[in-house]
């Protein structure tokens, strides 16, 4: 059934998460060295990527709910013993795919980043240099798990990603799962800012959004094979 979670999907949001590394670091790499990255201390780094991963995850859940509700509004026949996917759940699928081949076309410099897609230079927003003071001031895990659930609403390209990947998936959990997994692959580049592999990471960015990109792209595709394969039921 389209909506089930397969290890592809799992290892596509895996492989994602870990390619993206580069790009990570180039755009959310200051962030982290201005927050828990002054403190000298690791765990202000995990209560910091925590906070991140829980509105990830939060916001995985929902658009995999809202993709599950919208598949069921259009109701399941039971007209046969053959399980037919439902219409809704078909468009939502391809309508998916087709935003991550755009997101994927991009990242690899096809096409333009769509207006509503473009980055925001984390450095740049408003308040972020009393962030990072108030943040290593006070030096409590509360701050930094906090600190970290709001940036992760920060727009960027490869979450964008993930998210819209969540919303066929089929449910909550489902969506909550393949977030996760992005997630974590993008936690291990993370933690290198301020070491010396952080620079080995900036230097080859542009491959890794070649990467990143040809793994939306593939994505995408499999998707839309997948959603074009259960039409033809």
Do not use: N
């Amino acid at each position: 059934m389209l909506s089930a979670v397969t290890t592809v999907d799992m290892l596509s949001m895996l492989t994602l998460g870990l390619l993206g590394t580069g790009h990570c670091i180039g755009m959310c790499g200051p962030l982290v060295f201005a927050l828990p990255g002054q403190t000298g201390r690791f765990s202000a780094h995990i209560y910091y990527h925590l906070g991140r991963l829980i509105t990830y995850v939060a916001l995985g859940g929902l658009l995999g709910g809202i993709g599950a509700g919208l598949s069921a509004v259009a109701g399941q026949p039971a007209s046969s013993a053959v399980s037919w996917l439902p219409l809704a759940q078909v468009a939502l699928s391809i309508l998916s795919a087709a935003l991550l081949l755009l997101l994927g076309l991009a990242r690899l410099g096809i096409v333009r980043e769509p207006e509503w897609l473009l980055f925001i230079d984390p450095t740049k927003l408003p308040g972020h240099s009393r962030w990072g003071a108030g943040a290593s001031r006070r030096k409590a895990p509360a701050s930094f798990f906090i600190t970290g659930m709001v940036l992760g609403f920060l727009p960027c390209g490869l979450s964008y990603a993930a998210f819209i990947r969540a919303l066929p998936s089929g449910g909550l959990t489902e969506g909550m799962l393949l977030v996760l997994i992005f997630g974590l692959g993008t936690v291990p580049g993370l933690l290198l800012v301020g070491t010396g592999a952080s620079h080995l990471f900036r230097r080859y960015r542009r491959q890794s959004d070649l990467a990143s990109g040809m793994v939306m792209i593939g994505m995408g595709a499999w998707l839309a094979v997948r959603a074009l394969s259960a039409v033809r039921l």
